[in-house]
């Protein structure tokens, strides 16, 4: 490990530590988040992150909607959110400043680089006045600290332009809270390795600034106070961090594996999924076939035509991409064909705030298909989650020759947590069997359980057959525009997604068994949810949690559950589409909380509704 | 493999499904053809695939006792690609139309062309949207009065050999419905094709553009009004073959022979021209005033295959990698050990 020589400092031991990295999105935030990330991850801290940034890959330099921020909450306990408030903040110039100061704790740490707070800087951030003169932040532990002028200064002799020089300050600060945390450097000196192999003066640029900022804080004695955030007591396993993209791109290569079948994915580019794809097309030893489509249509018709001749074949996407498959979707159901369509949603409608988060497309997972035409959904409820879904949403598809939407967002897709790695044996069984034996072949017979229909793939010899987007005969498959057969045929495949509740597990609410007060969730909100009960519950409440992992179809013992309860209350990142579905389905008279900001939900807005609902039930 | 291949007759390509074309459509040739060209492919009938979209057209593949896969309206290159991608050993043909080929999939069907899929295309043009009902198509002719357009329609064609070429097409063709021999030999070299294999076939909608091919197919003007184009042949045409196409400057010309002028001042057809802007010229010969209309393959050169791109670079990761260790792919990166 390399250390470094330190002046002996008070130690305090903290059960978590929340910290936002802010930035313009040149300023490399996201890397200093992720780095600190994994540090803490391999130190053994539980974690939660929150990457933010804009759309654009760089708004105008130090203007206000040109601001990155990577916020972490780790922690020696069990960790569900990226943390309400923020202890330190690293601003790295004032837009950084103005945006992300309200999120401080009274009495946090706020380290700024003054060199960026010139009158220029000012005026980008339209600051009237210089916050650092002005006291608006006297109810801070300020730290104004020149991370330009002594990043430059650590970086002298290694013969780099200004400009290479300043790309380095992100890890000044980094440093900065290496020591404020008292965290080994030593990973990071690895990843800078890796990283710039080929370019060792930049590794080494970057090392010499985290070393210095490590060493600034040790020498100038401005804090007087170093913090422990000791390790976790997770579950006893091999982890690593993983973000939902990563997981469900693993999660689909381990599918492919379990089913014994090449995987297909066909995408088109859009934020916040693109991920899935680079993942994936670096899997080709794994036969991993990779087709970046023409566009969200072809994406989706080229896994259609990948799923006739016998892969795995999934599409990955976004709201917009997803308006534009719909069609096509429907086209699989007719045809009955599997594939798996990811809904990685971001604010909307249309092009929306495409680097937020927001969970509204449920409404058009369920609805957004022309005529009768239900599909299972699945939602994954963590980052870590979205593996276990993709594995599950391939099972399902192929056990029932189906469609499966996956519901995440871009706050799973982005956010990282701790994982535990499953061994190889932990994995669901996912049997595939073609039909070859041409006795009594028909495309549409169905096996009585799943009612799928038999998987006969082209080159099979007798088995040749047409399918198409038109109403088919029952059984043969032949065009049919009979009035009976249509609605026996669009009864059954709504039946046929029906059948699926026998894969879905029956619901076990957290917390409390029966009560005052049910919470129902799906996604994302898994973890604000998770944290509200819990300090609701040392409170006293007698409150439990249902997070929907499945969506359609829903749970067979969730309306029954919901009975055990005096209210129910549906946390959601939409205007009330779960909660649509609960009223409608079950006549549970329950009330949502929503919010519509391209923000998680905070711990304490669950807990204000939990309050305010029992409040008036007394 | 092929001493074990069952003999095949045409009979054996033909479905038990009543066709649902009008009596007389120009489909029904073009099905004929097919289904007398597969069984002399040597090719198991189990891996042929026809794919679709909408349109008539796009009832092709019910009548054709192979796989077959009637999808949506202009997706079928997509569909195919996907399916070829993933199983290059099958023989994919897609049948299209003008209207799902160059309107609502035209995006799909430059790009398969681009890509260079071992994909082969029937795009049956009749200048028409038949199965609406009679709205006129991106291939109707300016002022093109139709359902739509009771005032004529006002924008221009897409010419589909050109919109190929555009797209850098390895192998572009056209041949006509009722042109039999012409258009069985024109789908053996395309079945012979390795990439995207493109044939316009000019097909006759009688019911709601009829006659739009008839200055082309009419006994008494064909001759004059069409030229058929063969590798290494002088580009001669006329009833009395007495009339050839010259280069002049980077325009063509047609010249009568004789008066000093033979055969040899003529283009002599290369279809393996490794620019596109030759064959380009050729198809920019429709409807210019004076000048034929092409027949026969313009272009059917070799160029790299999506497809194969695509297993090639698996094969190679495998070999150099080993297939894939998922347990080691699961640990990869940074990981810890919680006790």
Avoid at chain 1, 603 to 613: A, N, P
Avoid at chain 2, 235 to 254: A, T
Avoid at chain 2, 267 to 293: C, K, Q
Wanted: glycine content about 10%; overall charge neutral; charged content about 20%.
């Amino acid at each position: 490990m390399a250390t470094i020589e330190t002046l002996p400092r008070k130690r305090e031991t903290l059960d978590q530590a929340v910290i936002r990295f802010a930035g313009d999105s040149g300023d490399g935030m996201q890397i200093t988040g992720s780095q600190f990330t994994n540090t803490a991850a391999v130190f053994g801290n539980d974690l939660a992150t929150f990457p933010d940034f804009p759309a654009e890959i760089r708004a105008p330099a130090g203007t206000l909607p040109g601001v990155s921020g990577f916020q972490i909450n780790f922690s020696s306990r069990d960790v569900f959110t990226p943390g309400d408030a923020v202890d330190v903040l690293v601003a790295m110039n004032p837009a950084a400043l103005a945006t992300n100061v309200a999120d401080l704790k009274p009495g946090g740490i706020l380290i700024v680089n003054v060199d960026n707070f010139k009158e220029v800087d000012l005026k980008k951030a339209q600051a009237r006045t210089n916050p650092l003169e002005d006291h608006s932040l006297d109810g801070y532990r300020l730290f104004p600290v020149e991370l330009t002028k002594l990043t430059r200064l650590a970086l002298r002799d290694l013969g780099l332009d200004a400009k290479s020089m300043d790309r380095c300050k992100n890890f000044f600060a980094l440093g900065m809270c290496y020591w404020l945390y008292n965290r080994p450097m030593d990973h990071t000196y690895k990843w800078l390795d890796e990283k710039f192999g080929s370019k060792p003066v930049l590794a080494e640029a970057n090392k010499l600034a985290m070393k210095a900022g490590y060493a600034y804080c040790d020498a100038t004695e401005a804090f007087q106070v170093r913090y422990e955030v000791p390790a976790a007591k997770l579950e006893p396993g091999l982890y690593r961090n993983i973000s939902g993209n990563t997981a469900l791109a693993l999660g689909f290569v381990a599918a492919a594996r379990k089913a014994g079948i090449t995987l297909f994915q066909g995408s088109y580019p859009i934020t916040p999924a693109s991920d899935i794809l680079h993942e994936l097309s670096m899997y080709k030893e794994f036969g991993v076939m990779t087709f970046q489509a023409e566009d969200e249509i072809a994406a989706v018709t080229s896994a259609i035509g990948a799923a006739y001749g016998g892969a795995l074949a999934i599409t990955t996407t976004s709201g917009p991409g997803m308006a534009l498959k719909m069609e096509a979707i429907g086209l699989a159901i007719a045809v009955e064909l599997p594939i798996v369509i990811c809904n990685i949603q971001r604010g909307g409608p249309s092009t929306g705030l495409p680097t937020k988060t927001e969970q509204a497309d449920l409404f058009q997972a369920l609805f957004g298909r022309n005529s009768e035409a239900p599909i299972p959904i699945l939602a994954a409820a963590t980052p870590g989650d979205c593996f276990w879904m993709a594995l599950e949403a391939s099972r399902i598809a192929l056990k029932y020759m189906v469609p499966v939407i996956v519901l995440s967002d871009g706050y799973l897709a982005n956010g990282a947590e701790p994982w535990k790695i499953p061994t190889l044996d932990q994995l669901p069984e996912i049997p595939v069997r073609y039909r070859t034996e041409r006795e009594g072949f028909m495309p549409y017979t169905r096996d009585p359980n799943t009612l799928a229909r038999p998987w006969a793939v082209p080159g099979t010899p007798g088995l040749e057959h047409r399918i198409g987007g038109l109403e088919k005969q029952d059984v043969t498959g032949n065009v049919n525009y009979e009035p009976l057969n249509h609605e026996r045929m669009v009864r059954l495949r709504a039946a046929k997604v029906a059948a699926v509740v026998q894969d879905v597990p029956d619901v076990a609410p957290a917390g409390d068994p029966d009560g005052d007060l049910l919470l129902v969730g799906w996604g994302s909100t898994y973890g604000p949810i998770t944290a509200a009960l819990g300090a609701q519950r040392a409170k006293g409440r007698r409150i439990g949690h249902v997070h929907l992992r499945h969506l359609n179809p829903l749970p067979k013992n969730l309306g029954e559950v919901l009975k055990r309860y005096r209210k129910v209350v549906v946390p959601e990142m939409n205007m009330g589409q779960l909660l649509w579905v609960l009223r409608a389905k079950y006549l549970v008279d329950a009330e949502g909380l929503n919010k519509i900001q391209g923000k998680p939900f905070k711990q304490s807005e669950v807990e204000g509704k939990i309050e305010q609902v029992l409040g008036e039930l007394r | 493999m092929t001493a074990t291949l069952p003999v095949y007759t045409k009979k054996d390509f033909q479905t038990d499904q009543e066709v649902r074309w009008c009596p007389g459509c120009g489909d029904y040739a073009i099905l004929s053809a097919v289904q007398s060209v597969f069984p002399e492919l040597g090719i198991p009938k189990e891996k042929f695939v026809v794919i679709s979209g909408i349109g008539c057209s796009s009832r092709f593949p019910y009548y054709m006792n192979t796989y077959g896969f009637h999808t949506i309206h202009g997706r079928a290159p997509a569909v195919a690609t996907g399916l070829k991608i993933t199983r290059p050993d099958l023989e994919v043909w897609v049948a299209t139309g003008d209207g799902d080929a160059l309107s609502i999939g035209g995006n799909h069907t430059i790009h398969m062309i681009r890509r260079n899929v071992g994909l082969k295309v029937l795009l049956f043009n009749n200048k028409i949207y038949g199965l609406t009902k009679g709205q006129y198509s991106p291939t109707s002719e300016m002022g093109k009065k139709a359902k739509s357009t009771p005032y004529g329609s006002v924008d221009r064609p897409f010419n589909p050999l050109s919109l190929a070429l555009g797209a850098e097409a390895t192998f572009v063709a056209r041949s006509v419905d009722v042109f039999q021999s012409h258009l069985k030999a024109t789908l053996k070299r395309a079945a012979a094709h390795q990439g995207t294999a493109f044939i316009e076939i000019l097909q006759n909608c009688n019911i709601f553009n009829d006659g739009a091919w008839e200055s082309l197919t009419e006994r008494d003007v064909r001759d004059d009004n069409t030229i058929a184009i063969e590798h290494g042949q002088p580009l001669v045409f006329g009833k009395n073959r007495d009339k050839g196409i010259r280069m002049n400057g980077i325009e063509l010309q047609v010249v009568t022979l004789g008066n000093g002028i033979s055969e040899k001042d003529l283009i002599v057809h290369d279809e393996r021209h490794p620019n596109p802007a030759y064959a380009f010229l050729l198809s920019r010969m429709d409807g210019t005033p004076g000048f034929p209309t092409p027949l026969g393959v313009l272009r059917a050169v070799d160029a790299p295959r999506y497809e194969a791109g695509m297993n090639e670079q698996v094969r190679l990761a495998v070999q150099k990698k080993g297939p894939g260790d998922l347990a080691q792919l699961l640990r990869a990166g940074d990981t810890w050990e919680v006790r």
